[in-house]
């Protein structure tokens, strides 16, 4: 689904340009797109128009902190526009209900799941919301300084897994080109941000590896206790940034991470496939997300083996397909 509207480049810039206060909210658990589309239109909006009030709000992630500074929701909202970016519905917003706001811009990749913001632009086809931001500066009057385009790269490049999903198409790489062309940015410093990881991590990469288990349909599983996050020293949101390391074994299509919070009383559960379409599953499940990467929280691990076992009908149904 692609809701682009016409000239909605337009609107977007005529409200940015309006407003006096700008509050950007994204989703909850942020990921590197979630913080680089948000902060990245934060740096184009000061940087365009440095009277404005700008604020990023929502729990910070401290493995992406060098990403940029998070901000604490004003005291008074009447008076400001909401951009919302990375976020399909108001259930996941983090810091803030959008509905409480009138003035208010949706900027998002997922599916469609409802309408929250006045003004909503939602592009499905886009590798990632980082994306949709870099597309809406370079068709409009906002100029990009290397400062706002580091964050959006850091974005796209990670939703993308380095350009390795199937939701990098022509346009992320024209606009990927443009961005490198204008702002020089340094690539090399910014993997080097995203990817190198202490030893411990590494170990704990090694243990995941070794205790998926794995369905005859091609469906691996992994349930991580809280005592196996200590016996690593590694935090609850570890192993869902490590998903996309398994990206390439052969006897998995569909592969599950459930790891236990005990701060939340849930698991955070992450999906990611080679093929079969997991976002029906995970809404079923209370989730959602892409076709090929999605996740959801559970509260016990009666839960997750239902979810895995539909994602299980799921792939059988895929490889039956492809053989015929």
């Known amino acids: 689904m692609n809701l682009f509207k016409p000239n909605i480049y337009k609107q977007i810039y005529k409200k940015i340009k309006k407003a006096n206060k700008i509050i950007i909210a994204r989703h909850v658990g942020p990921d590197p797109d979630a913080l680089g589309s948000s902060l990245g239109l934060k740096q184009i909006i000061i940087d365009n128009f440095p009277d404005k009030e700008v604020y990023v709000i929502g729990s910070p992630a401290a493995k992406f902190r060098f990403i940029g500074e998070l901000d604490k929701l004003p005291e008074t909202i009447d008076d400001a526009l909401l951009i919302v970016t990375d976020t399909p519905d108001h259930k996941r917003v983090d810091g803030l209900d959008p509905r409480r706001v009138k003035n ?126 200590k016996d690593y020293n590694v935090d609850a949101a570890t192993p869902g940034n490590m998903i996309n390391s398994f990206n390439h074994i052969n006897e998995m299509l569909v592969w599950v991470t459930a790891t236990e919070d005990k701060d939340l009383g849930s698991y955070r559960v992450s999906i990611r496939s080679r093929g079969p379409i997991i976002n029906e599953v995970a809404a079923n499940h209370g989730g959602g997300g892409h076709i090929y990467a999605s996740g959801t929280r559970l509260k016990t691990e009666e839960e997750i083996m239902s979810l895995v076992k539909d994602l299980d009908e799921v792939s059988k149904e895929y490889i039956e397909k492809a053989s015929n």
């Open 104 to 229: 208010s811009i949706k900027i998002d990749h997922h599916p469609y799941v409802e309408t929250m913001c006045e003004l909503e632009w939602i592009d499905d086809k886009a590798s990632s919301a980082s994306q949709m931001v870099l597309e809406l500066a370079f068709n409009t009057n906002l100029k990009l300084t290397k400062e706002a385009g580091e964050k959006l790269y850091i974005g796209l490049v990670a939703d993308t897994n380095r350009f390795m999903f199937s939701y990098s198409n022509a346009k992320t790489f024209t606009l990927v080109s443009k961005l490198l062309e204008e702002t020089n940015i340094d690539i090399t410093e910014i993997y080097n941000k995203l990817y190198l990881r202490p030893y411990k991590e590494i170990k704990f990469q090694g243990y995941m590896a070794e205790h998926y288990q794995i369905t005859s349909n091609k469906v691996g599983y992994l349930i991580i206790h809280d005592e196996t996050l």
